[in-house]
Structures are given as C-alpha cells and as structure tokens.
Nanobody, 113 residues
C-alpha cells in the first residue's frame, strides 16, 4: 500500500524559509519520479517541481525557480522541498506525488506577516 506523508509546513513571514519532507512507503521509492504540487484556496493544483530517479535531474515551475530546491534521499525514502524567499502567493497546501498518481494529504504553508 502506497503511503506518502508530508511534514514541515507552517506559518512563516515573507522572506522566510521552510523545508518540507515527504516520507514514502509501500513502493520502491528509488525507482519513482517524484514531484511536489501545491493547491491554494479556490484554485486548482499547480505543479511546483519534480525530480528524476536515475540522474537526480530536477525541474521547477517558473514561479519558484531560484527560490525552491527539490531533493531526495533514496536511502531514507524521503523527498524534500527547501523553500526560501517565501512570498504570500506561495501560501497553499503542498503535497508530494509519485509517478503512479499516488499523493499524500499535504502540509499547509502560510506566508504572512
């Protein structure tokens, strides 16, 4: 049974940082492309970033380039998202998703002064 559990969200001031984690179980994490997706209130899901398995190459949505960094630790079955220079418009529920469509419940990020 695939399980993805996110953590690390919270309330942060503009310009601040957070590090999200996603612990995976129930599948061979190291062989799956993984991504972060966010959904703000009243809006549809937005793809944020993805990371490949073989070479660890990464991709980012334009609105987070230079501010967010995705990474993975296959030994720990964990996906990360380091978020710096946060803006109020980054406020959303962030969740991780696997290549087969499985996703976690998400962790809330609120950027506000």
């Amino acid at each position: 049974q695939v399980q993805l559990v996110e953590s690390g969200g919270g309330l942060v001031q503009p310009g601040g940082s957070l590090r999200l984690s996603c612990v995976a179980s129930g599948f061979t994490f190291s062989t799956y492309y993984m991504r972060w997706v966010r959904q703000a209130p009243g809006k549809g899901p937005e793809w944020v970033s993805g990371i490949n398995t073989s070479d660890g190459s990464t991709r980012y949505a334009d609105f987070v380039k230079g501010r967010f960094t995705i990474s993975r630790d296959n030994a720990k079955n964990t996906l990360y998202l380091q978020m710096n220079s946060l803006k109020p418009e980054d406020t959303a529920l962030y969740y991780c998703a696997a290549a087969d469509g499985s996703r976690g419940q998400g962790t809330q990020v609120t950027v506000s002064s």
